[in-house]
């Protein structure tokens, strides 16, 4: 009896959230024949090799769904792990504590995270700043300290990353590290006085009705920032067109457009030069825990492909959900087949 009680509330759980994400979809529109032809393409230019996944894609045009498609075992509204492309919800609840004078991205990290930081620490450690996380040039060592938390290998995320040597003075060199992500996420949950996702979940996450969302916690109860958060298609469409509309969702402004201004520019080029851009995606620049991309759209990347693509050019966004290994195909795709067709 018990059990069936239990499957009875996990039931109207589930039709709970169905019902939500029903009433709370992105409009709809409707592409034309030729549009929906080049827009299929992109499924069989992935699983071409026999081995990569594409999972969904979403196509926002003017504001509207105009596309969306998924393989046989994915739907729009199932939870999707973000990998990296976490780390531009952290980045826009950094935004938000700016928005409400709790942040300043000058703000020194010691002077609010300081108690985490080692008594014997480096002097450059004193210099790092909210925007050095933010644009991943903090100069703190060890990017596969993530994949160690993940593993179980730190018990105190924050500390012990803080403790490993520093690779270079702030700012000199962008350097992606997932782990200043994660101090990004503990530096808004001690401004706050709210963890991360419980911070974006009145800020962003209830605005934009995106109701079905997991994100993964530290050993020390911060939202791991760098990755670990868990919607769907639908919800991440809906953050990138949040995003091309620098702020506003349904005719109300949420967070300042300035923010965007700063967030989606190259505050920093991957190019240790730090002159000029480089070819390819990866070499457009860096923003605020997000990616400048050709064509002079924007994206959030997650690992093996978790992508919403904002290109102001078209007021369009084009999510992809996959697991691939040969990112330089998908790209070439959504410029191939998506792009020029928008």
Known sequence: MRRLFVVAIAAAMALGVAAAQEADKLPRAEA????????????????????????????????????????????????????????????????????DGLLRTSDRMV???GDLCPPDRPEWMDEITVWHLLTMSAGLAGENSSQHCRRGKLKDWAREIL????????????????METYLLSVIVSRVTGERLDKYLEHKLFGPLGISDWWWEISPQDYAAGGWGLFISAESLAKMGQFMLQRGVWNG??????AWFDEAMSPQIMQDKNKEKKGSGEGN????????????????????WGQYAIIIPEKNAVVVILEHSTNTPEVFKGVWNYIYPNL
């Open 163 to 178: 403790a490993a040597p520093m690779h270079f003075r702030p700012g000199d060199y962008f350097q992606y590290n997932s």
């Open 252 to 257: 109300k402004r949420l967070l300042d457009a």
């Open 32 to 99: 034309t024949e030729a549009q929906k032809a080049e827009f299929h393409k992109m499924f069989p230019l992935v699983w071409g090799n026999g081995v990569d996944e594409l999972h969904a894609i979403m196509v926002l045009k003017d504001g509207k769904v105009i596309y969306e498609e998924t393989d046989p075992a994915h739907t729009i509204y199932e939870k999707h792990v973000m990998w990296s492309a976490s780390k531009t919800f952290t980045a826009t609840a950094v935004g938000f504590a700016v928005q």
């Open 111 to 113: 002077d609010i995270i």
């Open 284 to 303: 457009q620049g860096y923003g605020y825990q997000m990616w400048c991309c050709t064509h002079g759209a924007y994206r959030l990347d997650g690992a």
